[in-house]
């Protein structure tokens, strides 16, 4: 099946400093949807985007949905040891609660 | 108000044989969505249900099927397992299929031998 690409692949930073991430996708999506999961869990949304070029933030993480529907991004900021995770992106257009996810982005936090 | 919930949280099975997973909703949840997550990759989406009629599925074969109850809680069937079939199966529920109200389990992790 379909999965939208996600870079970088994995990353190892030091505790304080700034992540980027993002997706892209062959086709257009109405919206953008970013989680996190831990081992063990099942994915935990952290922000949702509804409108191509939407910037949104929430708390130290901030997101926006691509001016042509076909990417976006995650930044987070001043990273914390609990940042530790896998992250995807995912993207939904017409049915309802389908969602196409991304391939992850693996975030490592050293102290 | 309870989370999703999903049972067994591991499962062995060997190639051929029939599985049935279990998932409770959120409390207030209509809708349930089923994904299929291999080791190393996103989720991938199999089928949704909404009021106990399936609303929307993936590429996934016949022998992948759903059921919904009256009071929403629901089951993924998967018939002659494959070994590809080895997968973390997760449950999510929202209300009307909104993604923002979206909740997932913690997901059974089947293994086929």
């Known amino acids: 099946g379909q999965q939208l690409n996600q870079s970088p692949q994995s990353m190892f930073i030091q505790e304080g400093e700034d992540v980027s991430m993002n997706c892209t996708s062959s086709?257009?999506?109405?919206?953008w949807l970013w989680y996190k999961q831990d081992p063990g869990e099942g994915p935990v949304l952290l922000i949702a985007?509804?409108?191509?070029?939407e910037l949104t933030s929430n708390g130290r993480l901030t997101a926006q949905f691509g001016i042509t529907r076909k990417d976006s991004f995650l930044n987070i900021s001043a990273s914390i040891p609990s940042d530790v995770g896998i992250y995807f992106c995912a993207g939904q257009s017409g049915t309802a609660s389908k969602l196409t996810f991304g391939t992850g982005t693996r975030l490592q936090v050293t102290l | 108000e309870t989370g999703v919930t999903q049972s067994p949280t591991h499962l062995i099975k060997t190639r051929g044989q029939q599985v049935t997973l279990r998932c409770s909703s959120q409390?207030?949840?209509?809708?349930v969505s089923w994904y299929q997550q291999a080791l190393g990759q996103g989720p991938q989406f199999i089928f949704q249900y909404y009021r106990e009629e399936e609303n929307g599925r993936g590429n996934f074969p016949p022998r992948f099927s759903g059921l919904q109850f009256p009071n929403y809680s629901s089951e993924l069937n998967v018939n002659a397992l494959e070994l590809d079939d080895s997968a973390l199966y997760l449950c999510a529920s929202s209300l009307t299929g909104a993604v923002d109200t979206q909740y997932f389990g913690p997901g059974t992790r089947l293994t086929v031998l």
């Open positions: 086709s257009i999506f109405n919206t």
């Open positions: 409390s207030g949840h209509n809708t």
């Open positions: 985007l509804y409108k191509a070029g």
